[in-house]
């Protein structure tokens, strides 16, 4: 089942569920206002099929605005969790190639903060390239929604937008290199009710277009993750609380050639096969 936060012709914004032809119900009329209680609900599927979709207003996909599905969680990212991630960061970087070499193989995995709900970027919004990099790159990666008590409830898209450059002069900018305006983009909606098995035979792919041309492409697997979604959300809710829940990114297996940068007017698209696409502009920021 999928949910998203939408704009309605009023410009309020709102829950829906897509539908199989493409359209979104409005959950305004059954009581639904907020992502955040359904999320808490282990049984929201239940009460999502129990509402008769005949009592809910549609409007064709096509028509409507979609918001980043994110209220107030944060965003949390997991990095070097597929093996192309961790060789592609030691041959940026002399500097630090033992840490990526280091992370890939430990116990505990590298998490960093990603970006406050109200700063992330929906799809069709722009993601930005910040303006004195000079090496910078979309990360496609599955992410987790999770409940308040750090449990996996649904699925969405993510691009870790990174200055490849600035994390590889010194692993100590990697906050500069990885939170800056627009440097996450979620969406396009949420997947609910999908086990990780399930999850783990999905595709992930991404292109990206300069003058309407593909420049490049790449895919991987969900499968590829070397931890289990468990083991990332375990360490990530360890001496902390998310009240509001949170969303983690799970880490990217897709990288560009070195050669590549993006540049403004650029598009990113990502398909992960059992949630859909997010697509974005690049701005420089
Ligand atoms: O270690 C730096 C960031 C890694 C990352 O973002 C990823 O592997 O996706
Ligand atoms: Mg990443």
């Given at each position: 089942?999928?949910?998203?936060?939408?704009?309605?012709?009023?410009?309020?914004?709102?829950?829906?569920?897509?539908?199989?032809?493409?359209?979104?119900?409005?959950?305004?009329?059954?009581?639904?206002?907020?992502?955040?209680?359904?999320?808490?609900?282990?049984?929201?599927l239940e009460q999502?099929?129990?509402?008769?979709?005949?009592?809910?207003?549609?409007?064709?996909?096509?028509?409507?605005?979609?918001?980043?599905?994110?209220?107030?969680?944060?965003?949390?990212?997991?990095?070097?969790t597929y093996l192309?991630?961790?060789?592609?960061?030691?041959?940026?970087?002399?500097?630090?190639?033992?840490?990526?070499?280091?992370?890939?193989?430990?116990?505990?995995?590298?998490?960093?903060?990603?970006?406050?709900?109200?700063?992330?970027?929906?799809?069709?919004?722009?993601?930005?390239?910040?303006?004195?990099?000079?090496?910078?790159?979309?990360?496609?990666?599955?992410?987790?929604?999770?409940?308040?008590?750090?449990?996996?409830?649904?699925?969405?898209?993510?691009?870790?937008?990174?200055?490849?450059?600035?994390?590889?002069?010194?692993?100590?900018?990697?906050?500069?290199?990885?939170?800056?305006?627009?440097?996450?983009?979620?969406?396009?909606?949420?997947?609910?009710?999908?086990?990780?098995?399930?999850?783990?035979?999905?595709?992930?792919?991404?292109?990206?277009?300069?003058?309407?041309?593909?420049?490049?492409?790449?895919?991987?697997?969900?499968?590829?993750?070397?931890?289990?979604?468990?083991e990332l959300a375990?360490?990530?809710?360890?001496?902390?609380?998310?009240?509001?829940?949170?969303?983690?990114?799970?880490?990217?297996?897709?990288?560009?050639?070195?050669?590549?940068?993006?540049?403004?007017?650029?598009?990113?698209?990502?398909?992960?096969?059992?949630?859909?696409?997010?697509?974005?502009?690049?701005?420089?920021?």
């Amino acid at each position: 089942m999928k949910l998203c936060r939408f704009k309605d012709p009023k410009g309020d914004v709102r829950i829906g569920l897509i539908t199989e032809d493409s359209a979104v119900l409005d959950l305004t009329s059954a009581g639904i206002s907020q992502l955040h209680p359904l999320l808490e609900n282990e049984d929201a599927l239940e009460q999502l099929n129990r509402i008769p979709r005949d009592t809910l207003s549609g409007l064709p996909l096509s028509e409507v605005r979609l918001c980043a599905p994110v209220e107030r969680q944060e965003v949390w990212a997991a990095g070097v969790t597929y093996l192309r991630s961790k060789t592609a960061r030691m041959e940026e970087s002399d500097f630090s190639a033992t840490a990526y070499d280091r992370v890939y193989a430990a116990e505990r995995p590298e998490l960093f903060f990603k970006a406050l709900a109200e700063k992330v970027a929906a799809a069709g919004e722009p993601v930005g390239i910040r303006g004195d990099a000079r090496w910078s790159v979309p990360e496609p990666e599955l992410a987790l929604v999770l409940n308040s008590r750090g449990k996996v409830v649904g699925y969405t898209i993510g691009n870790d937008m990174s200055s490849r450059d600035i994390e590889g002069e010194n692993l100590l900018y990697l906050p500069q290199a990885k939170i800056y305006e627009r440097s996450c983009a979620l969406g396009p909606w949420i997947v609910l009710g999908a086990p990780e098995e399930t999850v783990r035979g999905w595709s992930i792919r991404l292109e990206i277009r300069r003058g309407g041309k593909p420049i490049f492409t790449g895919e991987t697997s969900v499968a590829q993750i070397k931890r289990s979604f468990e083991e990332l959300a375990g360490y990530l809710f360890r001496s902390q609380q998310f009240p509001h829940g949170a969303v983690l990114l799970t880490g990217t297996g897709v990288i560009p050639p070195d050669d590549f940068t993006l540049q403004p007017d650029d598009t990113t698209e990502i398909t992960i096969s059992g949630i859909g696409v997010l697509k974005n502009s690049v701005v420089v920021v």
